[in-house]
């Protein structure tokens, strides 16, 4: 600790020292950054374009004043440019006791303002223009219907004479309107005079319009003078100037710009070599600091290469250790599912048999109850009709027939004698039912327990159970073959074909009332053989798929369906260590795919 306080003793004044000349540094650099030689570039780039645009504006007017140019867009055009421009002038920071940003920020707001009064003249001129070329465009035509009324009037002086004052005042105003000058003033004030006394004694007509030949002349007049005043106005627009005055600013800020920024960079070049001193010695002291430290590194790094040795060889067997753990734990998983489904199934079939048995008995019972209930009425029907057969007979006797006739229609005897054997039938009808759920029952009760494996062809056990089941599937759909070639698997073959007649019954019960397509397919991937049973039925709900195999579930109507034929199917599949998967989709089919290990293994 002592070491450490005197070693942060020697350093201490170095350390002031080095950050007084980086805090001095970084001063001259900030004031530095403060100079830029492109703004002032970018400045007299953008006055050299607002003169050249200002000369082509004063051109623009001259050339519409002339009638060269048919409209005012180029005025409009130079005149956006020319009020975007002076706004991108850019000031150099403001600095204290120097007034020249101040100078510059007043002499760009004058020239702004003097351009926005020549705009001003210059919407004037346009205005005023427009009204003395309209004049000007009407004069020649209204002259030349003067002088076709004069002529149409033969024989009569004044009219020939209304003509020729009316060219004369047109040749007046178009002489003062190219080159103004008192004399042509003069001329054009006696046309005009000349020209309203000849307009008395004329048809009203052509007095009319000697009168607007007048007016229009003056109005060339008037504003010729008003176009003329603007035009020499605009030229002296002292744009120029305040141009000049910007310019000779920028130059002066440029020049002191420059002589500060060659004081600066002398002081930054003393203060980096005062710096470099500095870093130098201190670079000596940490040479010599720098072998002591590498000594003791050396030491550290042998130190901590011999834990990090330690902690491999723990981290590796720790890793070991828990790859193995999680083998274990999934292996564990994976036999906790298999036994979990195992119990529940032989708890339901245990279920099943018992259920089965206790339904068994009294169905015998009933069977032969019903049979010998059969042939009793058969006897009782024998000797209803020897009945009738004697009430015939009697019919001498019109009291007693009357009487018998009476009790057979109270007792509604033809009606029973059709009835009773429909209700047997419906009562063998239904014991054959439950007799049909009883032997599902059993066949799923002992499903576990056949226990014979051999090996045995996958194609030939789909066509054994296809066979089986020929009659009912035929009726439904069109089967379509594609089998593959899968190796022999080892397998209970009943308890396969069961498998594969439940699939098909459940295939052909899903068509609806035309004839659908079943398809079978089988094949070996991944050393599994597989076998694929599917429909273009009904298809099934997605909210549906998860229930299929639970025992005594059914989508069919009540009395159509046990629900143990596919829960029977996924015990089969799984006591043959496979799986069961199937896609479905309303009104498009389903698609059962069993996938069988061709070999079992040591656990089931």
């Known amino acids: 600790m002592k070491g450490w306080r005197r070693a942060a003793r020697g350093w201490l004044p170095f350390a002031l020292l080095a950050a007084l000349l980086a805090g001095a540094l970084l001063y001259l650099y900030q004031d530095a950054r403060d100079y830029d030689a492109s703004s002032y570039a970018g400045n007299v780039a953008l006055l050299r374009q607002i003169k050249e645009l200002d000369a082509t504006w004063e051109l623009d007017v001259m050339k519409s004043r002339m009638g060269m140019n048919q409209n005012y867009d180029a005025l409009v055009a130079t005149q956006r440019e020319l009020e975007a421009l002076p706004q991108q002038v850019r000031l150099p920071p403001l600095r204290s006791g120097d007034a020249s940003t101040e100078a510059l920020a007043a002499g760009v707001a004058a020239l702004r303002r003097e351009l926005a009064g020549k705009a001003a003249m210059i919407e004037l001129f346009k205005s005023h223009n427009a009204v003395l070329r309209n004049s000007l465009a009407y004069l020649p035509a209204a002259t030349g219907d003067i002088v076709e009324l004069g002529a149409s009037g033969a024989g009569r002086g004044g009219l020939r004479q209304a003509g020729v004052a009316a060219n004369k005042v047109l040749l007046a105003t178009l002489v003062h309107n190219e080159n103004a000058s008192d004399e042509t003033l003069f001329d054009m004030e006696l046309a005009l005079a000349v020209l309203s006394a000849g307009t008395r004694g004329l048809p009203p007509q052509l007095a009319q319009r000697l009168e607007l030949l007048g007016v229009h002349a003056r109005t060339v007049l008037r504003e010729q003078r008003a176009v003329r005043d603007l035009l020499a106005a605009i030229v002296a ?68 290469e011999g834990l990090e040795a330690a902690v491999r060889e723990r981290t590796g067997e720790l890793l070991r250790a828990n790859g193995q753990l999680h083998t274990e734990i999934a292996e564990r998983k994976q036999l906790e599912g298999r036994l979990v489904q195992s119990e529940k199934l ?58 018998l006739k009476e009790k057979r229609e109270r007792l509604e005897l033809a009606y029973l004698r059709e009835d009773i054997p429909a209700m047997l039938d419906e009562s063998r009808e239904g014991m054959g039912r439950v007799s049909k759920i009883v032997l599902a029952l059993k066949e799923f009760a002992s499903s576990a327990a056949q226990q014979r494996w051999e090996l045995a062809d996958l194609n030939g056990c789909v066509d054994a159970a296809l066979h089986s089941v020929a009659a009912d599937v035929d009726k439904a759909a069109v089967v379509d073959k594609h089998y593959g070639a899968p190796p022999p698997v080892e397998c209970m073959p009943a308890q396969l074909n069961q498998v594969v007649v439940n699939l098909l019954l459940n295939a052909s019960q899903a068509m609806g009332t035309q004839r659908g397509r079943i398809t079978l397919r089988t094949g070996t991937v991944g050393g599994q053989a597989w076998l694929e049973v599917a429909d273009d039925g009904c298809g099934m709900a997605a909210e549906v798929l998860p229930r299929i195999f639970d025992p005594f579930f059914t989508t069919r109507d009540i009395g159509q369906g046990t629900g143990l034929g596919l829960a029977l199917t996924y015990g089969i599949v799984q006591q043959h260590q496979g799986r069961i998967d199937v896609q479905s989709e309303p009104g498009k089919g389903s698609t059962f795919r069993v996938s069988l290990p061709l070999r079992r293994s040591g656990e089931i």
């Open 237 to 304: 627009a002292p744009v120029e100037q305040h141009l000049d005055r910007i310019g000779d600013l920028l130059s002066a800020r440029q020049q002191s710009d420059t002589v500060q920024m060659q004081r600066h960079r002398l002081y930054l070049l003393l203060l980096s070599a005062a710096l470099a001193a500095l870093l130098l010695y201190a670079a000596l002291r940490l040479v010599r600091s720098h072998a002591i430290i590498q000594r003791v590194n050396q030491q550290l790094r042998q130190a901590n």
């Open 346 to 403: 032989a708890s339901v079939g245990q279920l099943a048999a018992g259920v089965a048995h206790e339904i068994n008995n009294p169905l015998a019972f009933l069977a032969a109850n019903s049979a010998m209930l059969e042939r009793y009425l058969e006897r009782m029907f024998d000797m209803l009709a020897a009945y009738e057969e004697a009430e015939l007979a009697m019919a001498g006797s019109a009291d007693v027939a009357a009487r």
